[in-house]
């Protein structure tokens, strides 16, 4: 890993391309770890908005939900129309026994979602939630948990 091999001198300490790394420990189900390559990604990008929402994914996986939402929150307040802090939001919302505030991010989301094949499987999940939370049967569906993938 980059930042290892930094810290104890190997690879080449001017070029770490410190979020592909973060990508792959998530893959690979390392939170923490991926947290903190995430983080030094962040301090090279000056507050990137991609790299903040899978900040909050490491939250989210590592059960620190507070945080998560944070950093949502946050990602919106510097880009109101990113997806995938809506989408984010929405489920700790809901899970958190705020369904108000979860159909507000669900419709947000829905309003803003990529259109592309990726994004699919994401806002079939979220129109199916949605309908649910508004009782809705005709468009409703059983809602799974969320993806693991976030945009």
Request: aromatic share 10%; charged share 20%.
């Given at each position: 890993?980059?930042?290892?091999?930094?810290?104890?001198g190997?690879?080449?300490?001017?070029?770490?391309?410190?979020?592909?790394?973060?990508?792959?420990?998530?893959?690979?189900?390392?939170?923490?770890?991926?947290?903190?390559?995430?983080?030094?990604?962040?301090?090279?990008?000056?507050?990137?908005?991609?790299?903040?929402?899978?900040?909050?994914?490491?939250?989210?996986?590592?059960?620190?939900?507070?945080?998560?939402?944070?950093?949502?929150?946050?990602?919106?307040?510097?880009?109101?129309?990113?997806?995938?802090?809506?989408?984010g939001?929405?489920?700790?919302?809901?899970n958190?026994?705020?369904?108000?505030?979860?159909?507000?991010?669900?419709?947000?989301?829905?309003?803003?979602?990529?259109?592309?094949?990726?994004?699919?499987?994401?806002?079939?999940?979220?129109?199916?939630?949605?309908?649910?939370?508004?009782?809705?049967?005709?468009?409703?569906?059983?809602?799974?948990?969320?993806?693991?993938?976030?945009?």
């Open positions: 890993m980059a930042f290892w091999n930094k810290l104890f190997g690879g080449n300490p001017r070029h770490v391309d410190y979020y592909n790394e973060g990508l792959e420990l998530l893959a690979d189900k390392n939170f923490h770890e991926a947290l903190t390559s995430f983080r030094l990604a962040l301090k090279q990008s000056g507050g990137d908005t991609v790299i903040l929402q899978q900040i909050a994914i490491c939250y989210t996986r590592i059960g620190m939900m507070e945080e998560a939402a944070k950093t949502y929150r946050h990602v919106l307040h510097r880009d109101a129309s990113a997806a995938g802090a809506h989408y939001l929405a489920f700790i919302l809901l958190s026994g705020d369904p108000e505030g979860a159909i507000q991010h669900f419709e947000f989301f829905l309003a803003c979602a990529p259109d592309d094949p990726e994004a699919d499987s994401h806002v079939t999940h979220a129109r199916a939630t949605l309908a649910g939370l508004l009782g809705d049967p005709s468009d409703s569906l059983p809602a799974p948990p969320p993806p693991d993938e976030l945009f």
